[in-house]
């Protein structure tokens, strides 16, 4: 045969870079009940359609070359569900996934070739690090860093990331600036490792304190969901992929809608008390507006007073906010602030509808709340939404109070508003306004507590706002899926063929 040595000597080479850190390493990983990088490439995406890039790359230290297959970070393109993407799985196999110069440079040009050809980016974070001595020094640090871009985020094309072990370092700088993070349970997300923490600060931590699963996804928000496994980690970003399109410069994707979607709304009133005091579930009444099986909640654990989440609408991709009372009767806190600019910034890059469905008292007042600086996060909501040029369609369902107001969509900060018969819209919630305005309570003076209360609600109906036009539409609740299908199709964007301005696609990332 010609070139046999030449065939052997490749295929020898292939093997060793495809061996990862050797079979005792990766035996572990099995009997963790965990997949190993390649194996997560192979179940993220369509089967044979993985094209890697930079396998025969090693570290750039000659002792290290032999143990370092393909430098520890495993990379290239592939479809998921038929769709072009690019991946960075990271092999913690070798030297802990560790960042270098080789590595890095593999990241960038996968990164790169997504954003100039347009198609998303997962990043499946497992990494002690920066390598030392690697970066040490000042000729290793500019090597590793000498791209001033390598942290910059332009919503070009979506990214998404995974949590899957320990990430440390570049680790945790990608999964930061994704679109959507899920992290495995058991997995850490954190600058430095306890042991670098206990070195510089003197005070021990374990892992889950650090940068554990609840941490992100309950007071950070860094994560917008947690699993099980690295399989539900997988399929999550599978799923997240599927509401969004390649890149900005076009619609997402329309599919067919399930059977059965409509018939969800009709017991829609009984999920809504007829008491305005009494509380409920927002989630319920998601699951009844939108098709069936689609509401994919994002940040379900993190500022609960508010859901945000992607879904379809006869099929189109949509954005839903919508303030549940049933977590401090709806009141919006400085964490739910930043979960709705988190949210509004990524449907505006791309070119999802938002949908709010509107049911609040108000922003959470009290000194913590002006700790958490909640006037400037306030601000930085209302003119995230004021650049979003995506269609903006709000329907008020009960209680919508104060400047909230506009940032639920109201006062003409949404495309269109419309209102259930049940919904009261004020400054304020007129059974405080009374106590407020008149100093009268119900249990001091009944009589005048119930006159002065009937002058506070005054005009504050569904029936009112329709009357100056601030309401285009007064529904029954049980039409609100209807509603949101024809408003839908009337906003389609047929001039721009659903492609919008994008003014929110360089707004900072994380929080």
Not at 309 to 321: E, K, P
């Amino acid at each position: 045969m010609k070139f046999e040595d030449e065939i052997t000597e490749h295929e020898k080479r292939k093997s060793h870079a495809l061996s990862m850190g050797g079979d005792e390493k990766l035996a572990r990983i099995k009997a963790a009940g965990r997949l190993n990088a390649r194996e997560r490439i192979g179940y993220l995406m369509d089967e044979g359609s993985f094209l890697e890039s930079g396998l025969f790359a090693t570290s750039m230290r000659p002792e290290d070359r032999d143990r370092t297959p393909a430098d520890g970070k495993v990379a290239g393109f592939g479809k998921i569900r038929g769709r072009m993407t690019a991946v960075v799985s990271n092999d913690f196999t070798v030297k802990g996934a560790s960042s270098s110069p080789v590595n890095s440079n593999k990241m960038e040009h996968v990164k790169n070739v997504a954003a100039k050809n347009g198609f998303p980016v997962v990043f499946l974070g497992e990494s002690t690090g920066a390598r030392m001595p690697d970066i040490m020094g000042a000729k290793g640090i500019i090597g590793v860093n000498n791209n001033p871009r390598q942290y910059m985020r332009l919503r070009t094309n979506p990214w998404a990331a995974g949590v899957l072990g320990y990430c440390f370092g570049s680790a945790t700088w990608y999964s930061a600036m994704a679109d959507f993070t899920v992290m495995r349970k058991g997995a850490c997300l954190a600058v430095s490792s306890p042991r670098l923490v206990a070195m510089a600060t003197k005070a021990k931590v374990d892992y889950e304190e650090l940068g554990g699963w609840r941490l992100h996804t309950e007071i950070t928000g860094l994560a917008d969901l947690a699993v099980d496994t690295d399989e539900e980690a997988l399929e999550a970003i599978q799923r997240y992929l599927s509401y969004l399109p390649q890149h900005a410069n076009e619609a997402p994707p329309r599919v067919a809608v399930p059977e059965g979607s409509d018939a969800l709304a009709e017991d829609i009133l009984d999920i809504i008390p007829e008491t305005s005091g009494k509380t409920y579930d927002v989630r319920k009444v998601i699951e009844r507006v939108v098709d069936k099986d689609s509401f994919f909640p994002l940040k379900a654990r993190f500022a609960k007073t508010l859901v945000t989440g992607l879904a379809r609408i006869d099929g189109r991709s949509v954005g839903i906010i919508a303030n549940n009372p049933y977590f401090k009767g709806g009141a919006i806190d400085a964490d739910a602030c930043d979960k709705a600019i988190s949210f509004l910034v990524q449907c505006d890059s791309y070119n999802i509808p938002l949908v709010f469905l509107v049911d609040q008292p108000g922003f959470l007042i009290g000194v913590e709340a002006e700790k958490r600086r909640i006037p400037g996060k306030v601000m930085n909501w209302l003119n995230a939404l004021a650049l979003c040029t995506v269609p903006k369609i709000s329907i008020i369902m009960r209680k919508s109070y104060g400047l909230a107001v506009r940032n639920m969509g109201g006062s003409n900060n949404a495309d269109e508003v419309a209102a259930w018969w049940s919904a009261e819209v004020s400054f304020m919630d007129p059974r405080s306004a009374v106590s407020v305005v008149h100093g009268v309570s119900h249990d001091e003076d009944p009589e005048a507590y119930a006159r002065t209360l009937d002058e506070m609600t005054r005009d504050t109906s569904a029936y009112d706002l329709a009357s100056i036009n601030g309401a285009r539409a007064v529904i029954d609740p049980r039409e609100t899926r209807h509603y949101l299908k024809q408003i839908l199709e009337v906003y389609e964007c047929g001039l721009t063929g659903g492609i919008g301005k994008h003014m929110l696609h360089n707004w900072p990332t994380g929080f």
